[in-house]
């Protein structure tokens, strides 16, 4: 799946799924940043909805599960809804939240949602460009043009809880065997910039006393981080996947390293603890070379708790799938929403954790069991 | 300095010192890989000349020393022996050997002096290619048409001695404070491209346990080579200057890494028996990767032995000059022309050690002294 977020084949797709809904009776809305919702009215027409979904735009050349399942499970579970003829109190709306995969078509991630919940980043979104130039603006002028028929609907309108539900994203579920992840929150990260000055030379004719090697010394920071971070609970998330050497050439000693650290944690204090040393752990293996470590950017640990995660579980055991209390290791929407809402997020498994990735999978069976859990949700909420 | 092999620039070089040459009535010739060759007579017109020079090409904005510095030191000879009304039994030529810069211009360095030891490589020579896809057959037929006054001389015609002046480019004579080295051959050399191929993976749900992290190995394999290179004698030349990571994503799990091994020694045997061990090494500290190693090319050792170095120690040492004997680090013309004639090189210090440069420098009287100690060396040759 090749699906880009603003892009005529993401309006394809939101069309495929509107002459679904108006096949159905249900009413849709598009808001000022391209965020797409479908409603199934409930007995009082004054009470604030509640939301499930996620997101339809893909990584390039992505997976075909990532996003659009839980767009697609709450959408099932509209018409399982009115196939069995119960009636909600509230009214219960699918969400399809805009270009939420970051580093894709836009750098910035889950700009729907970020915006949704805050209207007061829209116009910095709206001048974000992608790689041809476009601004979010224009991309989102496009795309409204693509769908005329729906009516504008209003950012930050209230939601009365927001359910995700998602494939996992990562091994855990199928490594242990379980169908149903109630998510229990989004990790904390912290990014670092690493930069290590040596002095470029003569491959041949500088002596080992005279040099400053920079790819020696990374090599040393990054063999002593691994082992500071090395973790037989299987909790830590430490990755140093970029880097980049000047000048990069076979005869001349490199002259400077730069690298990444992608740290994430559900322990802030561990996160903050941890992460506060890695300056001091480079230093000691800098050698003749210096080293600078930058946070880049901090993302604070999300929990989900209470009526959303509980209800979850409690359906979920109830039905009688193999359930496991999970956190999330990668980002959602659903961060965001937590912010104004109860809310909380199902994860299904994926084979081997494999996503971003044309190769991902998920069975029929975990992924109907994820759309079944995510019906009793619904409902209960929907009644309260 | 920025004097890539057979452009206008070089010819223009070229040219100013055909005019000094022709000034002082000696005669020049160019072969058909593009050396010249200027000629001071001697009393013997049968005997085989005492060639002595180097190159004129420069790496991109390279320093104003590597190479022009034993051409013009030669020339200098020629005229300070009119000067001194001193007549020799062989002619004494000139030589500047072309397209010395190899990963320049042209990937392949050394071509003049390789061609005129060895005319069979001329063809495979000529189909080399730049950037802009000229041949060096056709670099050549232009850069010839710019210097139409020039004869054709013979590849591979006898030559009795060869030495060749060039600054160190390294920081040895400069930190011991010798003004001038006796090479005593050209280091050996072996190179490799490692492999490191791992599983890219999601950097925030990925646990430890099951991650292939190709950065991790990598970094862990070049601090153990480096520490099994570790070398208090300050001989070894142990470098991995070019690294690339895919796919080079922050947060991504890095799954492969490529990179290379640039390693030199004046011990053939300890390159042998230590470049073999690298396989091993990098197994051991493979992880979940896999890792392959492979040898690119290897330079063999050359060793400048007998009458051309011990002329030149002595007449150095003669002159009072703090004088020293020093295996070269770099390759140069003269690890060809070793092979058809007795060799030496005359090494001057060069600040810091740092060539192919924009900073390269030299001392006036470092520059003098290497082409006083030449003009004994050329007469002593010359007259034997």
Chains 1, 2 share one sequence.
């Not at 998330?237 to 980049?244: E, K, P």
């Amino acid at each position: 799946v090749h699906r880009l977020a603003y892009t005529d084949v993401e309006a394809e797709a939101r069309r495929l799924l509107l002459d679904w809904a108006y096949a159905r009776g249900y009413t849709a809305a598009l808001d000022d940043i391209g965020n797409m919702f479908i409603r199934r009215p409930g007995g009082d027409a004054a009470a604030a909805p509640v939301l499930s979904g996620s997101h339809m735009d893909s990584q390039p050349k992505g997976g075909k599960y990532d996003g659009i399942y839980g767009v697609l499970a709450a959408f099932e579970v509209l018409e399982a809804l009115d196939d069995a003829g119960i009636r909600t109190k509230r009214p219960i709306e699918v969400a399809v939240w805009a270009a939420e995969e970051g580093g894709s078509r836009y750098l910035q991630g889950c700009m729907g949602s970020q915006v949704y919940v805050d209207p007061g980043k829209l116009e910095s979104m709206q001048r974000n460009v992608d790689a041809q130039g476009v601004s979010v603006a224009d991309a989102v002028r496009a795309f409204r043009a693509k769908l005329p028929d729906l009516p504008k609907r209003a950012l930050n309108a209230p939601v009365s809880h927001f359910i995700e539900g998602h494939i996992e994203q990562g091994p855990i579920l199928q490594a242990t065997g379980n169908t149903i992840g109630v998510v229990t929150g989004i990790q904390g990260a912290r990014y670092f910039q690493v930069d290590v000055v040596g002095d470029a030379a003569h491959a041949g004719t500088t002596p080992p006393s005279q040099r400053k090697d920079a790819v020696k010394a990374a090599a040393a920071m990054i063999t002593a981080l691994h082992q500071m971070m090395q973790d037989d609970s299987d909790v830590v998330r430490f990755t140093i996947g970029h880097l980049d050497v000047t000048p990069n050439a076979m005869a001349v000693v490199p002259g400077q390293v730069g690298f990444t650290i992608d740290f994430r944690h559900p322990d802030e204090a561990f996160l903050t603890r941890m992460g506060d040393l890695f300056q001091a752990v480079c230093d000691e293996h800098a050698g003749p070379c210096s080293v600078k470590v930058t946070q880049v950017r901090r993302g604070a640990l999300i929990k989900f708790e209470g009526l959303v995660p509980d209800t979850i579980h409690d359906a979920s055991t109830r039905l009688g799938y193999r359930t496991m209390r999970i956190m999330s290791g990668a980002g959602h929407d659903a961060r965001y929403l937590a912010g104004v809402c109860p809310t909380g997020m199902i994860f299904v498994p994926c084979d081997k954790g494999i996503s971003h990735n044309e190769v991902e999978a998920a069975t029929p069976a975990d992924l109907a069991a994820g759309a079944r859990v995510l019906a009793e949700v619904l409902v209960a909420l929907a009644q309260s």
